[in-house]
């Protein structure tokens, strides 16, 4: 299956968060905040959903989106290795109106994948999780990866603020 190449990007992450009587509950496929950019366009075009390839993880709470019909049986989109160059960066915005937050985010994704979260606190981005080089038969070899029991649940409270919060995730 390694030569399946294929770009498959779960936004497969729910976010709970609670401050006061709040409770803010998204999810990848939604079509609410999300939007994907594919460089070097600088465009935002929304996300579509796709069919996950059959040895992927699946959850209750989220699709599995990129940024065309990339998905099993789909176009082949060729791997980067270039830390600078993503295939594509998708995007959830959401907003908080406490200053006192807590949350996480559950991330999956074919084939790697960086996690970044931008808001006041963090103007220019703080790195929530490093993309993963190493390969396997199916996708990235361990978290952030699309095989059953290998996304990613980061903690998010550390770096949520009042205001807007956007989750962008570089694809290569």
Do not use: R
């Not at 999300?34 to 579509?48: A, D, L």
């Not at 069919?51 to 065309?68: E, I, L, Q, Y």
């Not at 807590?102 to 790697?112: E, I, N, R, Y």
């Not at 990235?140 to 996304?151: K, R, S, T, V």
Request: glycine letters at 8%; hydrophobic letters at 40%.
């Amino acid at each position: 299956m390694k030569n399946f190449k294929l770009l498959w990007v779960l936004f497969a992450f729910t976010l709970v968060l609670s401050a006061s009587a709040t409770t803010i509950d998204f999810q990848s496929g939604d079509g609410s905040g999300e939007w994907v950019v594919v460089p070097p366009s600088i465009t935002q075009q929304p996300t579509v959903v796709i069919t996950p390839h059959p040895a992927w993880d699946t959850m209750v709470d989220g699709k599995w989106v990129s940024f065309d019909q990339t998905g099993y049986n789909g176009s082949v989109v060729s791997n980067t290795t270039d830390v600078n160059s993503p295939t594509a960066v998708f995007y959830e915005e959401f907003y908080l109106p406490y200053a006192i937050n807590s949350g996480s985010a559950t991330f999956g994704a074919d084939d790697t994948m960086a996690v970044y979260i931008f808001n006041v606190l963090n103007p220019t981005g703080a790195l929530l999780k490093a993309a993963n080089w190493v390969q396997d038969g199916a996708c990235a070899d361990g978290p952030i990866a699309c095989e059953p029991g290998e996304f990613e649940v980061i903690n998010l409270t550390p770096y949520l603020s009042q205001g807007t919060n956007i989750l962008a995730m570089k694809t290569y």
